[in-house]
């Protein structure tokens, strides 16, 4: 069976989310990768890249194992909608 992949990259100010950043730049970079059975969304922010999975259904599959700030969710939901972030 043949995988249809599509990707898209957005940036996001997490200033416009009302958060206020510890660094310099604003702006969080958002690659969404998507095959026909999941979606990796890699975010990265300065120096910091967290990789989160989600399911056929946009759940939650696999989330970064060490501590995400309190934007992430936040900076998903804007950039892939479609996904559920808890």
């Known amino acids: 069976m043949h995988t249809h992949e599509t990707a898209t990259r957005r940036t996001v100010d997490i200033t416009g989310l009302g958060f206020e950043p510890v660094a310099l730049p604003t702006d969080v970079d958002v690659t969404i990768c998507t095959t026909d059975d999941r979606t990796v969304v ?17 759940q939650l599959d696999d989330a970064p194992a ?13 950039a892939a909608p479609g996904l559920r972030v808890v």
């Open 66 to 78: 060490r501590s995400v700030p309190r934007w992430l969710g936040p900076v998903i939901k804007k």
């Open 42 to 58: 890699d975010v990265e922010f300065d120096t910091e890249v967290w990789t989160l999975t989600f399911d056929e259904y946009g």
